[in-house]
């Protein structure tokens, strides 16, 4: 079973507007989320969480969302550059359980254009 | 500092043959974990290492996949008789013990 989903594998914006991703996740044992971005050849770098204490977390330009009545987390990216043009992976923790093993969505593929 | 890194970057085998990819956690690191992540799909938790002791590895496929990390530091991912459904790329994270893990770069396997 897919307990975190990605229902939208890609995403294309304009330099400068705002980019929404979105994230659903099924397990309400799950305490912490958090977002990774990835370039092709390589590993997934983080970028931002939120703890389930939490419905909203910023850093500079990223915000995460978490709306956990409805088990739904956003990230907002404003303005979106180029240079964010990456898979975006949503991620979720247990921290109870075996070390915070993270349960991952499928990503989407963003694109920024110019 | 050195992230996390994993060696080789690529491997090719052939059906059947056996393998190993290393993960070298950034120093300091006691929380190692490996995942694999085939195409389309985000990485899936194979196995957690605490120290030197596997904490959990309910990840692992199947009995053919196994991991070690004796000094509590390098970690070799093993696998035997592969088969070409074990291609993928198989990532390492390490964690000084937090929620935000760092991932290496990845070996992709490729089974032929």
């Known amino acids: 079973d897919q307990q975190v989903k990605q229902n939208s594998p890609s995403l294309s914006v304009q330099e400068g507007r705002i980019s929404i991703l979105n994230c659903d996740y099924t397990n309400s044992m799950f305490d912490y989320f958090l977002w990774y971005k990835k370039y092709p050849a390589e590993g997934p770098t983080f970028l931002i969480s939120?703890?389930?204490?939490?419905d909203k977390n910023e850093d500079g330009r990223f915000t995460v969302f978490l709306n956990k009545s409805a088990k739904h987390l956003s990230l907002h990216i404003v303005p979106s550059q180029p240079g964010d043009s990456a898979v975006y992976f949503c991620?979720?923790?247990?921290?109870?359980?075996?070390?915070?093993?993270?349960?991952f969505g499928e990503g989407t593929q963003l694109t920024v254009n110019p | 500092g050195a992230g996390v890194s994993q060696t080789p970057s690529n491997k090719v085998t052939e059906k059947g043959k056996y393998v190993e990819l290393r993960c070298d956690p950034i120093s300091g690191h006691t929380a190692l974990y490996w995942y694999r992540q085939s195409l389309g799909q985000g990485p899936e938790f194979l196995i957690y290492f605490q120290g030197t002791g596997a904490a959990d590895d309910s990840g692992l496929p199947n009995d053919r996949f196994f991991a070690v990390r004796p000094e509590g530091s390098v970690s070799t991912l093993k696998i035997q008789r592969t088969e070409r459904g074990d291609s993928a790329v198989y990532l390492c994270a390490s964690s000084p013990w937090g929620n935000e893990q760092f991932f290496g770069p990845g070996t992709r396997l490729t089974v032929l």
């Open positions: 991620a979720a923790s247990w921290r109870e359980t075996s070390g915070s093993r993270l349960t």
């Open positions: 939120i703890s389930s204490i939490k």
